[in-house]
Structures are given as C-alpha cells and as structure tokens.
DNA sequence: TGTACATCAGTGAACGCGCGTTCACTGATGTAC
DNA sequence: TGTACATCAGTGAACGCGCGTTCACTGATGTAC
C-alpha cells in the first residue's frame, strides 16, 4: 500500500483522534500506547508522524473532542424543559450518574492521573483545564438559567457544591469499581440536587 | 558493606515503607520508580526484593500507611470539642482543603490513578478500597457522633453529599493546579459544611 | 488528454530509554560447638 | 569465652520488556509540461 489521497488522509487522522479519545478515556492517557491507538484504526505505528509531532499533541486533540462530545451531551439533556433549577439539576446529575460505555467516562476524571502535579505538561494540560472550566461553567449557567429566583442565594452557591459532589461521587466511584457504600452515596447527591432550589410557592 | 543486624533490617525495611508513601503521595505511585525508592533511603535496588516480593507489594503497604496517618490527622481535628455537627464539619473540610506539603497529600486521590480501571489489580487495590472506605465511615461517623438531633435527616445523608463534595473539590484543585475558579468551588462547600446540620434553637 | 516526475501517506524494522525483576557476589551477623 | 562456619542484608551489573520516536523504504497520488 503506497500513497493515501488527501481526503482519505484527513479521515485517517479524523479516525486515529476519535479512537484515541475512546480509548484515553476507556483505559487512562498512560495505558494506552501509540501503537494501540494505531493498531485500532488499522494502521500501523510509523504513519503516526505524519499526522501528529508526538504523542502529547494527539493527546490534547483526544482531550478537546473528549470535552466537547460530554459538553454535547449536557447540552442535549439541558435542552429539555424543566419546572425550576431543582428539577433541571436533578435531570443533569442523574444523566451523569448513569451507567455508560467506559468510552464515554468523564474526562474530568479519566484525563485527570495524565495532568496532575505536572504544572507545565504541554498542550493537553490547557485542554484539559480548558475543558474542565468548560463544563463547569456549563453546569452554574445552565442552573441559573432555570432558577426562579436569582436573588436566591441557593441558587449562586449551591450548585458549586452540587458540581464538586457529582463530580467526587463519580470519581471514588471509578476508583472503589462499585464498592456498595459509594453507591449511596450517589443517590444522597441525587436527592439532593432534587432539592437543590426549592420553588418559591 | 556485608550484612545488616536484624534490628536494622528491620528499620530499613519500615524508612522504605515511609519514603514510598511519601514520594507516593508527592509524585503518583506510578511516576515512582522502585529504585527511586531505594535511592531516597540510601540504598541500592537490588536489597529491595529482600524484603518486598514485588512493587505492589510495597505498594500495598504504603497505602496501608498512608491511610492510617490521613485517619490518625482526621481524628486528632475530630478530638476537639465541637459545638454540633455543622461545626465540626467545617473543621473537618477546613483542614482537608489547608495546604499541605505534597507528601500528605490526600491518599484517596494521589492514589486513585493507580487502581481506577483495574478491579483485580492486586493487593494494593484492596488496601485502597479499604483505606477510601475507612476514612469514609470515620467521616460519617464523627459527624453524627457531633449532630444534636438524631432523627434529623440532614445528619444522615448531608454528611455524605459533604463528603463527596469535599473530596470532588479538592481532586479538581489537585488536577487543576490552582485555577481561581475552583477555589471559589472549595469555598463554596466549606460555607456550605458551616451549615449542613444548623442546631435547632 | 497523456506522460514523466516529485511528493508524501503509510509501512515495519530499529533505536534509546526507563522500568520491574533477577542474579552472582560480598562481608558482617548470627549460630553451633 | 573463643573459633569456625552458615546465613542473609545489601551491592551493582544485567536481563527482558514496552514505550515513544526515528528512519529508509514503497508506491499511489498530485502536478508540471
């Protein structure tokens, strides 16, 4: 096999960021080697190279398309109509909490091993903080949107504790692989966040 | 050199245990190299396998160490007199989210990278899940120990959201490496533990 | 439109490096007499 | 208590392996005429 077209060299490279992000995300950044990720798309290792400059850079692409497919999906969830910003946060920690292909794991907290401590990592550092913020951000404005008061107090700092509950209720779930108390610990969060902001009637 | 006293031996094998969960806790257990270890302690690699069968084997005891000294710190905050639950809970968090030199870094998540994924990862992964869990129930149990009034609901399942919050907060900020946003998250969940269980008046 | 040539996407072997682990060796420690 | 010997904690080189990256090569694609 010679030459590929051009066209067929971007939907290559296309290929090889989608199926990193799968499998970055199924199996952590540093158990997942170039030749896997290469190997998955039916390639071979040395092509790599014409595509990326080395590994970090496929890394911070597999990192944006990973954050932007979960901002998608919030999205998608938010678009519904919701009775209030209780009703809303309640839709959107139970989507989270929802059992999904390890391919779609929180990025949060599958690209998290690959950044922390390193302050200077490269580029998918700043995706990766660029696409926490992201979503965090997500999260407090569409909450806020659905509030009935905004002068409710509950309303600007409750959902921070919601985020950092969801997301710690995610995480040690991962960590404990379905170690029963987590699991309620996850539906406290759940109720919870069906109270989060009461309607004022 | 030739061979140690028993009594030395013995010493050394338990600074190897210590530096491990230090350097464990500082760098992430596996950006630590077994010979790391040894050089830390003053020794060469091959004296390793004289007393540890293999790296999760040592592994496995500096979780076991670095939990029971994050236990040990929790308690001696929980030793004071607290006036309620909400009071004690802010201590508690307050002293979770102090900075702290990297090694004492909280083993629930400097950890978690290590055997988030593999379910049968050895004995490691046992004393993780058993470290997460112990420091868990110590969490719930020293809140409602301080709470004034059993039957309130807010003793039983606020502690746990507090908790997953905590936790949730500090990995993002660990992961983050100081963004100003999330710092605003932190704060946010201390004011919140100030008044997870108010005293009935 | 057809031809000759340069380009370059993809191949697969190889390199260099760090890691966990093994091994023959050393010599002070512990023990049997 | 003193001596001869076995034990074994610690040494440092070496092994095997997987990784990220490099490289000479191939042959279809793109281009200049």
């Known amino acids: 096999m010679g030459r590929s077209s051009q066209e067929q060299a971007l939907q290559n490279r296309a290929k090889i960021v989608e199926k990193a992000s ?9 158990n997942v080697s ?10 071979t290792i040395g092509g ?37 910003a209780a009703e809303h946060a309640a839709a959107i920690v139970n989507h989270y909490f929802r059992k999904k292909p390890p391919e779609q794991a929180c990025p949060m907290i599958a690209f998290a091993p690959h950044v922390a401590g390193n302050t200077t990592d490269g580029l998918s550092a700043d995706a990766y903080r660029e696409g926490t913020e992201a979503l965090f951000k997500q999260f407090i404005d569409h909450m806020k949107s659905h509030a009935r008061d905004g002068s409710d ?49």
């Open 22 to 30: 799968s499998l970055f995300r199924k199996y952590g950044v540093d």
């Open 34 to 43: 170039v030749a896997d990720v290469m190997g998955a798309v039916g390639m």
């Open 48 to 84: 790599f190279y014409k595509h990326f400059e080395s590994k970090d850079d496929l890394i911070q692409e597999a990192f944006s398309l990973a954050f932007r497919q979960a901002s998608a999906s919030w999205h998608r969830v938010s678009q519904h109509e919701y009775d209030g």
């Open 153 to 201: 107090p509950a309303a600007n700092r409750d959902p921070q504790v919601l985020f950092a509950a969801m997301v710690g209720a995610r995480f040690l779930g991962e960590a404990l692989g379905g170690a029963e108390w987590i699991r309620s610990v996850q539906a406290a969060v759940q109720r919870r966040a069906a109270e989060a902001a009461p309607s004022r009637t």
